[in-house]
């Protein structure tokens, strides 16, 4: 970086300004909660779950802000039914349901959500099976009832491959699903991560309360930075504007002007990662831009009740015991493990609780709460907890994750037509169980 840069860079300045709250309601940038769910407050004032054809309103960085449909709507699919009853649904408009119900832009970084397998004749999508994880049975039984898509919720293909064989059971089963012609999607954190998704299912368990997200998801802004700096008269900063409309490759730029007490004009252009660089360069030849150039981090805004894990305060607050006899009802389970944190009983009182579904230790590492719920955590981590007088039920990985098939089931069928069938997979369970 040039001297000039680094003289005109105020470092550590954080913007979380009006700035956000245009892309907010710009309508073009991110979203606008009340345009999203005008037509739905319609139905109800209550409703937050986005009709389907709100997704005109969407662009693949958008992510609505609620995806929790009103338990009495769960079944009425004609207030939400977007097509006719029997027409043919393709490949792609499934998917657009699909993002639409959970988008994956929500999904952690490390993951590999969305199609995974996508087959090279395109046929109208008739039944759907919905399954935790994707296993030799499972595949039987997609296979048996003439499945064209698998919602695998944990992706079966996750680490690059470089060959397709038989000897590996996730190459095996990939080519069992080109060879009948298949799709496989995976959803997996973005499902996590999503209002309404699985964490919020998972501490539903234990009632109602006051429900806050433990690991924030924020907005994936394209445009990161912002470059501020005046230029000293109109033909400078079209001259500029041109430049720097070059270096975005041609794409329009956002930008504000406004007149400087010097008589010049103060410009502000945001910008992203990428064209950073190749910004900051252009404006080096014009003087009064460069030495008056300050380059601003955008924080990215936080999107509210999206995000991994949960913590909630009860409403009503429960003992130990009770809470284990909840959450194997909610899990339809017979057992659980049981961690009780150290001088806590039983009788004890669980007034706050912290969930994440799968293996959660990362995400509730040092929650304080009174009980915590996930699939699994290793010995240490839930001595760890314990220790701190936190209790800790472990249900096994999958069997904190797939009651919300049946949740998700429900929500997809009604925003599909007549002529899909969506099952939830009666061959799928967790590999572990207690002899
Ligand atoms: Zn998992």
Redesign the pocket.
């Known amino acids: 970086m040039s001297p000039l840069v680094l003289m005109g860079c105020r470092k550590g300045t954080w913007t979380f300004v009006s700035l956000i709250h245009r892309r907010l309601c710009a309508g073009r940038s991110l979203i606008c909660p009340s345009a999203l769910f005008s037509s739905a407050s319609t139905v109800s004032p209550s409703l937050s779950f986005p009709p389907a054809h709100s997704q005109s309103l969407l662009t693949n960085r958008q992510i609505p802000v609620s995806l929790h449909p009103p338990a009495h709507l769960s079944s009425t699919r004609s207030l939400w039914h977007p097509t006719p009853c029997c027409s043919l649904m393709e490949l792609k408009e499934v998917l657009q349901v699909l993002e639409q119900l959970a988008p994956l832009a929500l999904a952690e970084s490390w993951d590999n959500v969305g199609l995974l397998v996508e087959p090279s004749k395109s046929r109208p999508i008739k039944n759907i099976l919905l399954t935790n994880d994707l296993t030799d049975v499972v595949m039987e039984e997609a296979e048996a009832m003439s499945c064209d898509l698998i919602i695998s919720y944990?992706p079966p293909l996750f680490r690059p491959i470089k060959r397709l064989v038989q000897g590996d059971w996730k190459q095996r089963l990939a080519v069992r699903a080109v060879e009948a012609g298949m799709a496989i999607f995976s959803p997996h954190t973005s499902w996590d991560s999503v209002k309404g998704g699985v964490n919020d299912w998972l501490v539903g368990g234990l009632g109602r309360g006051q429900v806050s997200v433990l690991s924030q998801a924020l907005c994936g802004a394209s445009h990161c930075h912002k470059l501020e700096f005046t230029v000293r008269n109109t033909e400078e900063l079209n001259s500029v504007m041109e430049e720097l409309k070059a270096c975005a490759g041609g794409a329009s730029l956002q930008y504000s002007t406004s007149r400087a007490d010097n008589g010049g004009i103060h410009v502000g252009v945001t910008c992203s990662d990428s064209v950073l660089p190749l910004s900051v360069h252009t404006l080096l030849p014009h003087t009064a831009a460069s030495q008056s150039l300050n380059i601003l981090k955008l924080e990215k805004p936080p999107l509210p009740g999206h995000g991994q894990g949960r913590l909630s305060v009860l409403d009503q607050p429960v003992t130990v015991a009770t809470a284990i006899q909840k959450i194997k009802s909610h899990l339809g389970l017979n057992h659980l493990r049981l961690a009780i944190g150290w001088g806590k009983t039983l009788e004890s009182s669980v007034c706050t609780v912290a969930v994440c579904?799968?293996?959660g230790a990362s995400v509730l590492n040092g929650v304080k709460a009174d009980l915590y719920i996930t699939?699994e955590m290793s010995h240490h981590e839930v001595l760890d907890a314990a220790a701190k007088g936190t209790s800790v039920i472990l249900s096994d990985?999958?069997n904190s994750?797939r009651g919300f098939l049946t949740v998700f089931r429900e929500r997809l069928a009604v925003r599909l037509p007549d002529t899909v069938t969506v099952a939830v997979s009666k061959a799928d369970k967790d590999p572990l169980e207690v002899v």
């Open positions: 944990h579904a799968g293996s699939g990985h999958s994750e």
